[in-house]
């Protein structure tokens, strides 16, 4: 596995292409540079001295066992690659990383929860809603990079959120527990439709046009109507919660929380994607160390403790 | 009329309370601050000594006949108000700022675009919408203050824009005229529902929560499912304009212009109303002076030339 | 109590005079403009028609009993006083507002989760500060308006996020609980020298030169010379939550968060405090109303739901 | 011509060194790395293994025969030199990108309009100031990149706003159009002495201290003494339209707009130059897709529709 | 002096009336809200029971022999006035605030700094300048409002720049001393046409619409035209230094600083600024106390020390 | 020495190694990119061809006498070396570049300056914490890059500072010379733990975590109290002046300065940096040139005048 990959050597392992750049030397020698995949992590990889037709024969998301020499350049670990030979029956999404829990697994926590939910109205929307991108909803990440970019992080970034606002609403009993439960639920659904798929995913034409959140509120809007619910307050509030779930304008909300339970939904997100971001900058660090600035998180570096295990 | 008082002395004419604040005096005795307009302007007034069943028997949006005298005070004109008669018969739509053409001259000006587009599914989405709204899309004011800000502000606002973007199109002929034409006369539709009324019109619950953007994202979103258009490339560019058209993410739209005819529709939207805004400022200043600071011009002042008739 | 004063009429009352203009009228005659508090709420007051010799008798912080007519001026209820007559048994801190448990219930479960800790350093270090400061620290506010402006208040709000700590710990079990707690509990000690008192604070001079998070961390860092804790690496940490816990630069926390407790203390703080800001709008504000813009709530106006109880 | 190249194989054409890098190898052998252009496009090349002789006979503006190959470059097109040989006769403005008017033509419009100008002093001033610049306004850019940077570009520019401006004052007959006529065209004369020269275009030393705003005032406002213009208000006017036309004081404009005028000359600037920069994106780009994003557009992405032939 | 008031009496003292706003009471009597000023302070004051007449006799600039009744009113020192009686034989500027250095002292060692500038065109141009606005140049202010808002502010504020720029380039010699001195000398000469006169200064129309700095350039360009210098490079540098004065785009400069000269400029220019309105804050605090919030100093409080003598 | 090779040729020269990257080429064999420097300046250098022994035989701070082949690389000296051998009776601090005054000239000075102050609280105070760092103080750099990045760069800003500060209060004599006597030469004794060593300096966990404006602030209470000065006015006042010396929150300080020593000494501070910064940039310009953008000075360049010798 891509994992333990740790000092130079031979190897040969199955992986997915998911970057293939075509170019030619400074002689005019065409060669591939390429990031192979499985689900424990990625490498970086060249693949020199090929022929035109050789390099027009592979491309991403094809499955391939690589063969080759690790070796170290410039401090990073980078794979010579002597043979890619493609693996037809292999499927993709066993080479992608994938999110902690089984899709079923989460599928049952998330009706479950969806269970709990005593305002009908919410419930049978949420539902309604779920069992229109049902598959989709287990599989896509909760997002292009940055966090929970992985198969099943939609769902999986969601009901971390339901838990977290779960044990919130203990705390401050005024908070509507079935908003919260449904908007956690529903609150990225919008990014089915703003990335091409869950594996390698792209921002489409229309998430670039119309962003997650306004995809997601036309999407409620319009199964309210289906449902006859346009009318009931507490799908307004719902609504208002996808909306102002970015928590600033300038962050993309067209409008900013004025509940408090569009509030903690939104401080949730943030919690969870931050924790996400840290944990993982945390893991790739030494001791004692700080990891790189992280863009996504106004470009804060992350200390790693010296007794952390 | 209103706009015609200009000095001290008595007064009396037809008008509507649009503000009535309820007060008493340090020593106890009741009165009212009022606002009281007629279609040519707005007159700050207060009726003293009062009993507290009198006080009780007035209330916004009643028209009266109001006698009493004018005063200067702190430099600005004043009724002290003698005697507020019901006209139970008027209407207030009479008593109300109008814009400068006439309902259904604006109506037939809109119709006469919407034949002109040429893309059928854009005609189609643009009147079936109108359809819906129909009457309140030529009463809504554009805006609760700042710019057009009267009965029909909301169509007339729009017909200028419509203008203004066909204008530009005969310059660059690479825009797309059907997307502005629809844009254009679409883009604040959202305000019915933000607005409660096209007359003393205030923020609406939803429309503080959603805002008139999502709303008519919303709308528009719902009504191309009913008339299964939702996959014309048409139509998402126009939902493109509609989320975009505030042009900045900080004031609203939680995306930013990115087609011609998007950043058309934005800038257009922006002389229309700032043209207005600084018009009004320098019909009501001196020759050789500056207007008050205006906040929605970013606290600009405006100059009225000294040779400005 | 004040909260029970709804309409005009006569009343008398045991309150505190919170504060206390001298002015004369424009004929020269001295008289008072108060705000009286009870631990119920706060009343407007005016008291005309005093001689030079009455006006100086009266200061803030006294106790009295005030009798006079209660009246409506500008939609406010305003008491029109007749009498203000010394209590001088009374003590003030029976006449402001009270965290909701009692300080010895508070202290119970403070200490309660100081015996939690299992890193001794650290619940060392968090009992000597707590029993340097110990009654301050279940009397002050933890801020002067805006949020938990009670007695009491600084311990209740630190107790809050100990406890919703507590409740993240438990999803993400790779935190640090134990710096959480005493992170959580110290955070805003420094603003027992950040204010006067605890009844009627105002910023003393280092308040404002040093700022809370500086005084605490003068304090912290003292106190771990004085237990030759100085070299720990869990100590730094907890220096660095404390100093980081604004979440931004801006806000005035000298470095932005940079471990996963770090950002938790900082959104910990954020949510409890504006979740408290948000419910005591909610509760003074109409059933389907907003309630005023909040500037500590970056001016968000706050919803209140028509079928909120 | 340059933008003819579309794939590998072996080329010979005249063009202009725009960019000419010298560099050795890592075993020291000196080459060149160079930019070439003629009218229609750009093109990368490096011409290795030269002597330090051969080094030294090229130079930023030499007109040259090229051969060589083409070859892909990281996904780029890229040419390696065989010989490049100086074509003394040829002149550089035929190797350079140009407005799509010719000059004269542009020139003819632009009297035009100054002779429609009713104001005589507006009138004169512009003409004497186009006489003061003549040659160099019709082959100067408008930009050293971004918008209308070729040749003759601020013509052009200036003249597209000119047009804009007319049909905007069609619609809104209170603009003053002899104040927009006259601005328009001279907005951005400052260039000519911010610039170093029409073609390859660098800043100037006092391009850099003064900026164009300036330069172009203080040219302004000599001109005016000369002409004994300096009080009349439209000469101020003109002035403050000059200054804010860049519409906000972080752009570089010492005053913001307070007229109308200055408003729309300040939309239709922007206006024009947003219009450029887009078309030009969507020209390179594929239909369906984004190009990439654009700094002088705040980093926004332009959309090239699926239909857009 | 109005500095000596400091408890209720009768008093009559000159005075100038520099704010006079015409008003009625509730019942219709006329009276003024004036401000009364001497060389020493401002003075708030009322006059009552008035007739039109008598309200249409006095103006702003007139001076005047003030009596009536010293009362304190919101805290505060107001003249009720009983007699008002014109001194048409005083001068304005016997009774406005002045700089503590007399005109001709100022001047006096204003020239004899330019004498001991080298570069004779930038000595030549100073003094220039200095003969074109001269006696203007000893007597207006500084500033509106803010800091050296006083007669003669202008002159000592440049002269405190001069100073203090010769000290620092006493430590960083490699400063050019002619350019720092002309520029601190020049500087705010824009000011005269930006205010309307030395005392009660408004801002002109051009003062608006063009901004000091800009007026100053145009000013220092035409200059150097006559005297033939506008091809030296001091000259480009100390137009530099002008235009970029203000440090930030945003505060107006439309260049920032970009040579050490420059940037000493700005540094010493605010530092003067700044250092006089804290002084000012701290003469009129409480020791041991803060003054108010100042907008021009980002809001900051000043706190004055509790030894301060 | 290193400042003094300006061509190709060959060099044998002593120097630190600064920068030791170990890489592999294409075909994977080590290699190492390094920086060298000695007191003038730093040369960047490859060294090819190695085996994996060599490459681990090399490591920052070590001395080396390099030979080998100096080249231009993109227009830059480079050093091909053809041998390193290690000088282990060298000292690294004659190989890194230093303060223009020598260690023990700077203590007699500094020690002067202590001498000068009248208030002993201040003094003492002072002379403790220098006693704590003594020389360290004299030999850290005042920042890791950007200003005084040199040995002894710390006490030589403080110097300059210190300096200026006395010129200033020459000329506002109502500033207390003793603090900003103090304030300036312990403003950054901060960075000696922010920094892990005098020469080759990283930030240290606790500098990042802490920053070294809370890190003087906890050393100057520290000592305090060991001083038993905890509760003096002008200790208060020190401490302010520590904290708010970035001047803004955003960079750092957690209050903002509120009295004018705290004022001078950011100005002083930010002055003496800025101008380092300029004169460097211009010491490595051409004449009539402008150097390259400088993140530190909100990317401006910096203008080298034509006749600057």
Partial sequence: MIKDIKEEGKISLPCLISRCDKAKTVKGTPYLSLSLEDSTGILDAKFWNLTDE??????????????????LHKNAIQLKVRTLKELPEEKITDYVRQAPMKADEMKKEIEFYINEVKNQDLAILT???????????????????????????????????????L????????????????????HDVGKIEEFSSPVLPEYTAQGNLLGHISILA????????ELNLQDQESILLLKHMILSHHGKMEFGSPV??????????????????????????????????????????????????????
């Avoid at 009993?173 to 529903?186: G, K, Q, S, T």
Wanted: hydrophobic share 40%; aromatic share 8%; glycine share 4%.
């Fill in 54 to 71: 050789q390099v027009e024969s592979y491309h991403v998301g094809m499955i391939v066992q690589a063969t080759g020499d690790v070796i």
């Fill in 127 to 165: 539902q309604t809603i779920l069992d229109e991108v049902q598959e989709d909803y287990y599989s896509y990440p909760a997002a292009k990079k940055n966090h929970h970019n992985y198969v099943g992080g939609l769902a999986y970034h969601s009901l971390s959120m339901v838990r977290l606002s």
């Fill in 167 to 186: 044990k919130i609403c203990e705390l401050y009993p005024f908070l509507d527990v079935d908003l919260l439960i449904c908007a956690c639920i529903l």
């Fill in 218 to 225: 036309m999407k409620v809007d319009r199964v309210c109507h």
């Fill in 256 to 309: 900013v929380p004025m509940t408090p339970e569009a509030e903690v939904l939104s401080t949730v997100d943030n919690l969870d994607s931050r924790l996400y971001m840290m944990k993982e900058s945390i893991d790739i660090c030494q001791s004692g160390e700080f990891g790189p600035r992280i863009f996504a998180l106004e470009n804060r570096m992350v200390y790693r403790r010296k007794d952390q295990e």
